[in-house]
């Protein structure tokens, strides 16, 4: 047996993904007709809300993935915003898999620090990282070892008793008093009050790390400088990120759906 795959084109961990991929079936990045035994979709996975569309981008078309679905066809993809139609209702989102959630994540704390940072060093900088689950616990793992001194913010008590066990400072949200050179949000939603927020410094790096609507209210305060971060793996490191992600659609695949 041959299956037939349909990788559609993403970023450059989906074309990563898509060579792996070859070693399982038949790779497809354009739909050629017919029902796929498979379909890997770019992860974070964005359709059209409501409908089964994949949406076009650049020179890509749009895709309806209805009628390439047959009963025993494997959907993945991952981090699905809404709920999903019927026809796509065995979709596996491969970011909810706890296993593959995490080595995500790590490779997100390490990305993050391959973002342009306006010419500064970490070495000596103060830095802040909002949160301390997925991300913000290698992330400040990362940033330490590099020279930064860390402070971490929470919100369980608990959470920041660990943080302090791993060499950090650690604080409630409403305690945590700037100035910073960068701050790592990995909360999707607002912790600091605009008084904080104008109190980081000026030319505070705010980089975002969290899905929308993010840690920031409505326009960026005065004095930060907002460093949007999203699908960081698939961007710096898209050949690891590729592994992750075929080694759980492997283990998806073992299993008869």
Not at 145 to 170: D, F, K, N, Q, Y
Request: charged share 20%; hydrophobic share 45%.
């Amino acid at each position: 047996m041959n299956p037939r795959i349909l990788v559609p084109k993403g970023d450059a961990r989906q074309a990563a993904l898509a060579r792996r991929l070859s070693a399982l079936g038949r790779v497809e990045s354009v739909p050629e007709g017919g029902i796929y035994d498979g379909i890997v979709l770019p992860v974070p996975t964005r359709l059209i809300p409501g409908t089964d569309v994949l949406p076009g981008a650049e020179n890509r078309k749009e895709i309806r993935l209805g009628p390439l679905i047959g009963p025993h066809t494997r959907v993945f993809g991952g981090g699905f915003r809404s709920p999903l139609p019927p026809e796509l209702g065995r979709a596996v989102d491969l970011l909810a898999d706890e296993e593959t959630a995490a080595a995500n994540a790590f490779l997100t704390a390490e990305a993050a620090l391959m973002l342009p940072r306006a010419g500064r060093s970490l070495r000596g900088a103060r830095a802040a990282v909002l949160g301390w689950g997925r991300i913000g616990r290698p992330l400040s793992g990362l940033l330490r070892a590099l020279g930064a001194a860390v402070t971490v913010a929470a919100r369980r008590e608990t959470v920041r008793a660990a943080a302090a066990a791993e060499g950090h400072a650690a604080l409630p949200f409403a305690d945590l008093r700037g100035p910073f050179s960068f701050v790592f949000n990995t909360v999707p939603a607002q912790t600091l009050s605009g008084a904080q927020l104008s109190g980081l410094g000026p030319d505070c790096l705010w980089i975002e790390l969290a899905s929308a609507p993010g840690g920031l209210p409505d326009g960026t305060p005065a004095g930060l400088i907002r460093v949007p971060a999203g699908g960081l793996p698939g961007k710096y490191l898209p050949e690891a990120a590729a592994a992750v992600l075929f080694a759980a659609i492997q283990r998806h695949w073992e299993v008869e759906p």
